[in-house]
């Protein structure tokens, strides 16, 4: 038990390491992409969230992750401790592929590092503009449990319209994560988002709509 809490301990490390590795180097060598959103969720609340994604890494790995923060219902002045995830791949051609994922609530004291495989195909010969990808971790620190991830894009009229989301099962406690986005360009890289969100984890009021703005960066 204390080697296998020591390797999940390096594996969060190694994430840790190469997302600040990409970050420096990223500027000159690897491709990036990501955005910046703010939402207004109709349960009472401000949502804000910058997400990034790095590829062309050494080795040919690829780096996703996101830091979101809200602010409480009773007081929309304060805001809570924010969230993180950020997940290191590596696949091969045909899109399988292994990865390691931290997870991080900083309101809470325990953190998750998560190993298992990924699959993200190429499907350009058979529809275009569609990203899609499922992740499968079997492996996880502090007892979290397996997870399964769903997860893909589908953009319309050269990209003014667009459709994404998540949806991840947590086999332990039995709980189900899900954001569905319905976008549209408003000006250059600017969108107007409505977004449907649910979480399992969330005893009262696990569902709402949000709607706000999104900027890409490239």
């Given at each position: 038990m204390v080697r296998y809490m020591r390797l999940m301990q390096k594996i969060k490390n190694a994430i840790l390491c190469l997302t600040l590795a990409a970050t420096i180097a990223g500027c000159t060598t690897a491709k990036q992409s990501g955005s910046v959103s703010a939402y207004y969720d109709s349960r009472g609340k401000q949502t804000a969230t910058v997400t990034g994604c790095a590829y062309d890494l050494p080795l040919d790995t690829k780096l996703f992750g996101?830091?979101?923060?809200?602010?409480?219902?009773?007081?929309?002045?304060n805001l809570k401790k924010p969230y993180t995830e950020l997940r290191l791949s590596k696949k091969a051609k045909n899109g399988l592929g292994v990865a390691a994922e931290y997870n991080k609530d900083f309101s809470l004291p325990d953190e998750t590092t998560r190993l298992g495989l990924v699959y993200e195909p190429d499907l350009s010969d058979i529809v275009s503009s569609t990203n899609i990808g499922l992740?499968?971790?079997?492996?996880?620190?502090?007892?979290?449990?397996?997870?399964?991830?769903?997860?893909?894009?589908?953009?319309?009229?050269?990209?003014?319209?667009?459709?994404?989301?998540?949806?991840?099962?947590n086999f332990k406690p039995n709980k189900i994560v899900s954001e569905i986005q319905l976008g549209k360009r408003i000006a250059d890289n600017l969108y107007f988002v409505v977004e449907g969100r649910y979480?399992?984890?969330?005893?009262?009021?696990?569902?709402?709509?949000?709607?706000?703005?999104?900027?890409?960066?490239k």
């Open positions: 996101f830091v979101e923060i809200e602010t409480e219902k009773q007081n929309q002045d992740k499968f971790y079997p492996v996880s620190s502090n007892n979290k449990g397996m997870q399964l991830g769903l997860y893909g894009k589908k953009s319309f009229n050269q990209g003014n319209i667009y459709v994404g989301g998540f949806l991840d099962y979480s399992g984890f969330i005893e009262k009021d696990n569902l709402g709509i949000a709607a706000g703005l999104e900027w890409k960066f």
